[in-house]
């Protein structure tokens, strides 16, 4: 996995259909994956990739900042294997610790949610169905 910027990634992210609508969503914003969208999340967030055979075959956005409450850490992570995705989660666990952050949110997709649940370190047994929610975000044109 590397980092990398919105104008070096851009293309390859597209051709690799990651993206859901290619919409990418990063600190509740949503945002259409053109280069106008990319460039503003790399204002605010850095970008990770994992290649395969020169290929993306996951991406991640993350960013720091200071909540009222303490310091947070949130990220995005589009994957298309079980593989990139935990890499990408390791790597935004170890961000945030790096950072100091207190607090970690971050946004999947639902195909992963079983190996979140699955990893050592989540030992809660019970989930809350508030837990899994449905946000829907508005894309004003």
């Given at each position: ?14 051709d ?7 919409i ?8 259409d ?20 055979a ?22 995005t992570i589009?994957?298309?294997?079980v ?8 790597h ?20 992963y ?21 449905l ?7």
């Amino acid at each position: 996995m590397f980092e990398t910027t919105a104008s070096d990634v851009y293309q390859n992210l597209i051709d690799a259909r990651l993206l859901p609508f290619n919409i990418i969503i990063c600190d509740w914003k949503a945002l259409d994956a053109t280069p106008e969208g990319l460039a503003k999340f790399g204002s605010i967030s850095r970008f990770w990739i994992q290649k395969q055979a020169g290929k993306i075959t996951s991406f991640s956005l993350g960013l720091d900042y200071d909540a009222k409450s303490d310091k947070q850490w949130t990220f995005t992570i589009y994957a298309k294997d079980v593989s990139g995705f935990l890499d990408h989660l390791s790597h935004h666990v170890n961000m945030a610790s790096e950072t100091g952050s207190v607090s970690i949110f971050g946004l999947f997709e639902l195909e992963y949610v079983e190996a979140f649940h699955n990893l050592e370190w989540d030992k809660q047994n019970e989930y809350e169905d508030e837990e899994l929610s449905l946000t829907l975000l508005e894309r004003i044109l």
